[in-house]
């Protein structure tokens, strides 16, 4: 399996901060016949009320990697690098206030594209569409905005997290979110998010507490979690284990993020056993708001329609330890067939308790 497979898509906070003011926006030409070397600019991307002035820049490039090892589908993956893409994509975090640009660059082939197709008529491209955030349509990521990018070329989308107002109480745009391609196969990118073009988009109100590490999982058709099915969700090794999409792992004690997020056409739950979360915005309670702590559900099972992404934090271990925790779909025929994984809580010493794999299919 390529290594760019297991890139973790758990970060720091901040690491993608890099600060800088974006570069022009060159435009991805719309017509899929056309060379990218003969694109034609389109009208610069507006930017939304409140988005004047980014205040980050980030590349994304979409490319092709390995094929799945078990199915031998075509994987496509985001990555802020080429070589780093994956599937989940990079996680990309924002905390209210902040607007975002990002360049998305499509290295996909043509001819890779094509075979996705549907629809000889549909333009060949790769898109960003963000869900939950601020954008115009210029930056919706679909062909009805003529929003995409033609195979070579480049395109630059504005996100924009909108602060709650509290002297209106208009709600904010913090929350667990996704984004994912609109364009490969046909004009919903059905074809892109089954392929891999999707990941997580955290946004955190100020004063939001902060994970030690933030994992993805997107529940999909074929059963799959993380288009990965049985033993393939978790390649984790006994000694030394290195986190990443097929690797859940957390020290006891350590505050761990979920981002749970629904891709195809199926409804799931999300359960994860010896934790708990409460059921709002971030997963937690502080504890400050009497009310809510007596009236909120706290929860270890949560339902994901096609579209839905939620969040949650967890104290991995908490009164419980070490361990391995099976972290699966509750509907008995998707678990059965392979919608299951792990979350390994280490021993003291760094390595995962001896445990036997899911290999269903
Ligand atoms: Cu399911």
Redesign the pocket.
């Known amino acids: 399996m390529a290594v760019a497979v297991f890139a973790v898509t758990l970060f720091g906070a901040g690491l993608l901060r890099f600060g800088a003011q974006p570069a022009a926006a060159p435009i991805a030409g719309p017509a899929a016949a056309v060379p990218a070397r003969h694109a034609v600019a389109a009208a610069p991307a507006a930017q939304p009320d409140g988005c004047a002035k980014p205040n980050r820049t980030i590349q994304l490039y979409a490319v092709e990697l390995a094929k799945d090892p078990v199915t031998k589908q075509v994987r496509l993956g985001y990555g802020l690098a080429a070589k780093s893409a994956s599937y989940p994509g990079p996680t990309i975090e924002m905390t209210e206030g902040e607007c975002l640009a990002i360049t998305l660059h499509n290295n996909v082939s043509s001819a890779t594209l094509q075979s996705l197709r549907g629809n000889s008529a549909h333009p060949l491209a790769v898109s960003l569409h963000a869900h939950g955030v601020k954008y115009t349509a210029s930056s919706d990521g679909t062909m009805e905005n003529k929003s995409y990018v033609a195979p070579g070329g480049q395109r630059t989308y504005f996100w924009y997290a909108k602060p709650r107002d509290p002297t209106t109480g208009a709600q904010g745009t913090a929350g667990y979110w996704w984004y994912h391609d609109h364009m490969v196969g046909g004009p919903h990118g059905t074809a892109g998010m089954s392929s891999g073009l999707f990941g997580a988009l955290i946004v955190r109100r100020q004063g939001d507490v902060k994970p030690a590490r933030t994992y993805v999982t997107a529940?999909g058709d074929r059963?799959s979690i993380n288009l990965r099915r049985g033993a393939a969700t978790d390649t984790c090794a006994a000694t030394k284990p290195v986190a990443g999409p097929t690797c859940l792992i957390a020290k006891p004690g350590e505050r761990i993020e979920f981002v749970v997020i629904g891709i195809g056409n199926?409804?799931?739950?999300f359960h994860l056993h010896g934790h708990s979360w409460a059921d709002t915005r971030t997963g937690t309670l502080d504890g400050t708001d009497k009310s809510l702590v007596n009236s909120v559900a706290v929860i270890d099972n949560k339902t994901l329609g096609p579209g839905d992404s939620f969040g949650l934090q967890i104290i991995a271990g908490d009164s419980v330890g070490p361990g391995n925790w099976m972290l699966h779909?509750?509907?008995q025929f998707?678990?059965d067939q392979g919608?299951s994984t792990m979350l390994h809580v280490l021993n003291a010493d760094g390595t995962v308790a001896p445990h036997s794999a899911d290999h269903a299919p």
Not at 266 to 269: A, E, I, K, N, R
């Open positions: 529940f059963q199926d409804v799931h739950t779909c509750h509907m998707h678990s919608m």
